[in-house]
């Protein structure tokens, strides 16, 4: 029977060992650390308060989550924020002010100037764009939409999804669906009323406007640790691996590939492997010279630091009604943190009791990654400051919970393609080699999932069951 080696269990290395142990094959996940799921990690504290280290949501963009749901029973633990967190708040002139869902709130909004909401609607006349597959998220956002909107909306979007920097990220890369609004409507705003990108015949994405989102009831880990515990022994946890070895049977058979770690004098031997690790640190684990060469590239993606500072106050001690989803803030308006999420607000059970609420913000990020570094006690004091002036706390919070990422998110920046060209290439040259992870196909945890379920289809062509 093949058997599959994946290096890391992360939700991308976990995706794919349970989709293809599902299909019949021998998986074996190593893992550096001694628990599973990577960046999706959550805290229960003894009086009741449940944080995230990374994820706080799922997107449910298609129906391989559901799938992967399904797979590790956790169909019944799902929960869905409630549809008053639909509200979205962005800060301007140093106020949480609501995004407009609806024109006539777009019309009265005072987050745009009456010439950025003109410039919007001339939007749909403007010409596409040419030779844009190096184009810029700020650049392309400049060109459609104007200075206004890249300063506010666009910029505070780009730091709480990616921590990142429009000025830098690749369109094509890092916000591929709109980069396809524009190649195949023409305009954003038409491509919007149109139904958005066009998906491939047979596909199961779900809309973005309608994809679901949701967490599980003790929180995100809730994914992971269900999933590690149907691979069982098949996951090694405290296993970093340091190398990857590749040999050559004489009688012209597919290649074999050996995986060692330094924890024992092990040696395990498959039909294919998969890097399911992070970029960041690709150059510990050693690979054949001709692979080496060409994966350090890996290394050359940036990845910011970020901490995920979450904090518990008393409700009464809030002035804001937290009637959203949460704010984000853009750089121009010089706090020190990218964006607060309403956490007790989309899911009740994050604060003990409904006399308390409970508030996760992100710092540091492409930004100001020096934030990031600063003591724990001071990044805590900068955010309560920050929430005293957004959101009117009015005591110290009673609650804290500090979670620091020194190699936080991807970055998607224009030298991106080529990564992603050499990956593909070392994959075509070398059979049995694959890679996977949110350095690849997409940041979010759906993308993650989505590409492990593609990488596994690939798999299963290419290594029969039966090798
Ligand atoms: C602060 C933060 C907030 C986020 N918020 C959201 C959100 O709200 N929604 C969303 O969809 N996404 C969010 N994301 C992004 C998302 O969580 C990640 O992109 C996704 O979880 C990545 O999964 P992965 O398996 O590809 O990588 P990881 O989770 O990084 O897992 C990689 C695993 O590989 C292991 N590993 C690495 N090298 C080796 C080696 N040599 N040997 C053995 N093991 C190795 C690591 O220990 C790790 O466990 C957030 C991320 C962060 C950091």
Redo the contacts with the bound molecule.
Sequence with gaps: MANIGI?????????LASVLKNKGYQVRV????HQ?????KTSCSPDGWIS????????ESSGRIQKLIALAGLEQARIYPSSLTKKRYIVKNGQAMAVPDSLPRLLRTSLLSRSAKWRLFKEPFLRRGRDTDQETVAGFVRRRLGEEFLKWPIDALVGG?Y?GDPEKLSLKYAFPRLSLLEKQHGSLLIGQIRGGVRRPPGSDEIPRDKAPIFSFEKGMQMLPDALADQLGGAIHYN????SVACEHPSSGNQPVWIIR?PNDDTQWTFDAIV????AW??K??SFPDAIQREISLLETIPHPP???ITLGYRKRDIQHPLDGFGMLIPGIESFPILGT?FTSSLFPNRAPDTDHVTLTT?IGGMRQPEVALKEESDQIGLVHKSLTQLLGAKKEPVFSSF?F?QH???QYHSEIGHVFETLTQLEANHPGLFF????RSG??????INAAFDLASDIITKIPLSS
């Design positions: 290096i890391g269990a992360g939700i991308s290395g976990l995706t190593f893992e550096r650390g599973p799921g990577g960046a999706m995230e280290w990374g994820p706080n949501t799922i997107v999804i921590a296993h970093p691996v340091h770690s890097y399911a690790g992070n640190n690709i510990q684990t970020v901490s995920t999420l992100y979670i990422h936080a998110i991807p996977c992870g949110n350095y940041i979010s945890v759906g993308d993650s």
